[in-house]
């Protein structure tokens, strides 16, 4: 049974300014199953970006409460949020955002640090083969400066991926690349999806987009649509089981979500995380390696 990674209750979003309110969430209630690949679309000016803000943490609803991997993440402070959102959430936004003077692999590593669960070696070992399944090999010591958009675009992927958090939330991820190369990031990220079993939601304007999508939302006038399922990806998930690289790539996952899983653990030991917390991480670690290993 695949639980909620991402719910949405009853949220609700009031901007305020000098002279006046904008009431830009209406009570949006979203849950995207585990494993989803969920587009959500809507004009300019929608609140498409509200709302991933407020799924990711990083800003507060007005009203409403937001689970993320079966954690409440509403009222947390932001210290514990901090953490948190290392270890559940990856985001890619439309700009990249990678650290300039930080080279492919420092910049994957970097949210593995922030997680406070593993140590240097780990996070390298992750790194890079992250930078691998995204297809950077042989990039890894390059500044972003040296790479091209779709390359850094795949950093950035790799680095929102690479702690395996229950959810990865993109912000037009391809708003800034050409068409050809906007293609190719839209096949890698739908690739991952499939062969990772990654949870990714991705906001967007470009209706290409919704193509992958296994679950299709719109925005309009503050509330949320669910537009009824398109066709399955068969062909897709049929390339896949031909790709004769993907089984080692599903080991390779496997074995990162159960060195998150022994890194959580050392920190229990270690009194770094909230036990009441780490249960839940636990089992949604669990249940995404017992997906992985069904699909082999
Ligand atoms: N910090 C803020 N203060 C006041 N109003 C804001 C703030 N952030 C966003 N808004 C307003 O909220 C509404 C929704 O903005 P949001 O960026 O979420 O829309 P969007 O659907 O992502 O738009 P776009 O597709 O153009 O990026 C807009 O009217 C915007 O002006």
Do not use: C
């Not at 709302?51 to 609803?61: M, Q, R, T, V, W």
């Not at 190369?181 to 990654?198: E, I, M, Y």
């Not at 991705?202 to 290409?208: A, D, Q, R």
């Amino acid at each position: 049974m695949s639980e909620p990674a991402l719910e949405l209750k009853d949220v609700r979003k009031v901007y305020r300014t000098a002279t006046e309110e904008i009431e830009v969430l209406r009570g949006i209630n979203l849950t995207v199953p585990e494993g989803e690949l969920a587009v959500i679309m809507g004009p300019s000016g929608s609140g498409k970006s509200t709302l991933l803000s407020i799924a990711g943490g990083l800003d507060k609803p007005t009203a409403g409460r937001v689970v993320v991997g079966g954690v409440d993440i509403t009222d947390m402070g932001e210290e514990e949020l901090t953490k948190i959102r290392a270890r559940k959430i990856g985001f890619v936004f439309q700009s990249f955002n990678l650290i300039r003077n930080y080279t492919a692999l420092e910049n994957v590593m970097l949210p593995l640090l922030f997680t406070g669960i593993f140590d240097v070696k780990e996070a390298r070992e992750i790194a890079g083969k992250m930078l691998e399944i995204v297809g950077l090999k042989g990039h890894e010591n390059k500044f972003p400066s040296q790479l091209s958009g779709g390359q850094q675009q795949r950093v950035a992927i790799a680095r929102a991926l690479a702690p395996s958090p229950d959810v990865v939330l993109m912000d037009e991820p391809t708003g800034s690349l050409d068409v050809d190369t906007a293609a190719k990031v839209l096949s890698l990220v739908r690739w991952l999806n499939q062969a990772l079993g990654q949870t990714i939601i991705i906001v967007t304007h470009n209706p290409e987009i919704a193509e992958l999508a296994t679950r299709t939302f719109y925005i309009r006038a503050g509330m949320i649509y669910e537009e009824p399922p398109k066709k399955m990806l068969i062909d897709t998930i049929r390339e896949l089981k031909a790709a004769g690289s993907l089984e080692d790539i599903r080991k390779t996952q496997i074995s990162m979500l159960r060195l998150k899983a022994e890194a959580l653990e050392r920190a229990l030991r270690g009194g770094k995380v909230d036990p009441s917390i780490l249960e839940a991480e636990v089992k949604s670690l669990e249940r995404r390696i017992e997906r992985l290993e069904a699909y082999a």
